[in-house]
């Protein structure tokens, strides 16, 4: 991929050759962006399917959702420079969904992308090797591998791309509708023979159901290149890495989603420092509980001079993950940025998992997800 090369290769020779970052595009010459300091070597990127993306994406679920996430439309200009900051740095992976936008916002998060994708002010080149991930919901009224393609349609118009990245099935209907679990997977299919995407994932998938999946898709002479689960160091369950296990046996990817557990990896939310809306009533629960793992993540933080979202993300690296923490500033983005290019010592990540161990309450998982 040439895009991710030259990116790479031009933010080390930028670090390199001076203490400040200055990014070339346009629209980052009026903003003073600290320096941001290289990111990844080109033999770190990730091969996905026939795609190579970097070591981490950008999710985007908060772009457009105001009810969990505040989302206003005043936000756009500042979530357009956190797309081009980061496309600048080599970060080539967006990870949406077709149900994210909540209300009259619903697909709001594809509609930015795409817009961001257009108005992206740097060379075309790198705008080109953009891996946009979206997720198609499994809503009970998509019945039929055609209904499944219309969507995909609907997606791309909203993204004003000619073809996805990554289709990914938001979530399996095994558990509540299994008849129709087929006709998503056919749907997939579909979409890959119609040359719609590029390749095809899945999400919210249980070991069982991910073997079934793929050796399903195998039939059909579909890759399947990708698994997304939440996963972080509140998230690091038996099947968290049983799925780790089966997607290194079966060439898949695993992308983590949630990395930073919604914010609360950020050591910034304390029992008297609450984030508004739904997340307030969570936190209020798991945080009690939480200190040992903070404070084992401060401690890391402090010794490497790194911070704690940082060495979070970095965790999820580590594990042979591909992290996509959600981003809302320029400020997150920068820092988030700060948790490629080095790595946690092997002691260090058995500190942060025994601390993990010790919080008595983890995340939620999602309702949706199978066995
Ligand atoms: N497949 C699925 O079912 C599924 C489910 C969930 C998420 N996802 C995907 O995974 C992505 C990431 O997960 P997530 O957004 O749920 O949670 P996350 O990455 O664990 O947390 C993201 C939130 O943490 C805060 N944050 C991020 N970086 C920060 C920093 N450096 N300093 C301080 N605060 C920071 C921001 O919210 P505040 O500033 O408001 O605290 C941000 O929105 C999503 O955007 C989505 O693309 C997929």
């Known amino acids: 991929m040439a895009f991710c090369t030259t990116t790479a290769t031009a933010c080390l020779s930028r670090c390199s050759a001076s203490e400040e970052t200055l990014l070339p595009s346009p629209a980052f ?10 990111l990844f070597w080109p033999w770190e990127k990730v091969k996905m399917g026939s795609m190579v993306v970097s070591p981490m994406g950008f999710g985007t679920w908060a772009w457009g959702n105001q009810l969990l996430w505040g989302y206003q439309k005043s936000m756009d200009g500042d ?59 499994a809503y009970p009224w998509r019945l039929t591998p055609g209904q499944f393609v219309k969507a995909c349609e609907s997606s791309l118009e909203r993204l004003q791309i000619e073809k996805l990245g990554i289709a990914q099935l938001h979530w399996s209907t095994a558990n509540y509708a299994p008849l129709q679990e087929l006709a998503l997977w056919d749907g997939l299919v579909a979409m890959y023979e119609k040359g719609l995407v590029r390749a095809v994932g899945v999400s919210n998938y249980g070991p069982k159901q991910l073997v079934k999946i793929h050796n399903y898709l195998k039939t059909r002479g579909v890759p399947l290149c990708s698994a997304q689960v939440q996963f972080s160091l509140l998230s690091m369950g038996e099947k968290q890495m049983q799925i780790k296990d089966i997607c290194d046996s079966l060439g898949i990817r695993l992308i983590s989603y949630s990395p930073l557990g919604l914010g609360l990896l950020t050591g910034k ?24 793992l903070l404070s084992s993540l401060r401690e890391i933080a402090e010794r490497r001079g790194k911070s704690i979202p940082q060495v979070a993300i970095n965790w999820c690296i580590c594990k042979g993950t591909i992290p996509i923490p959600g981003v809302k500033t320029v400020k997150q983005a920068e820092e988030n940025l700060g948790a490629l290019g080095w790595r946690l010592s092997s002691d260090e990540i058995f500190q942060l998992e025994c601390a993990a161990q010790e919080s008595p309450k983890k995340m939620v998982q999602n309702i949706f997800q199978t066995n």
């Open 29 to 38: 010459r009026a903003l003073k962006i600290p320096r941001v300091r290289p």
């Open 79 to 137: 979530l357009q420079a956190v797309f081009n900051l980061a496309v600048e740095n080599g970060i080539n992976l967006f990870d949406t969904a077709d149900s994210y936008g909540t209300g009259r916002l619903n697909g709001q998060s594809e509609k930015l992308l795409g817009k961001f994708i257009r108005d992206f002010p740097g060379r075309e080149g790198v705008r080109d090797g953009v891996v946009i991930a979206t997720k198609f919901a």
């Open 269 to 292: 939310y304390t029992a008297s420092n609450l984030p508004r809306g739904p997340r307030a009533l969570l936190f209020g629960q798991i945080l009690p509980g939480l200190e040992p």
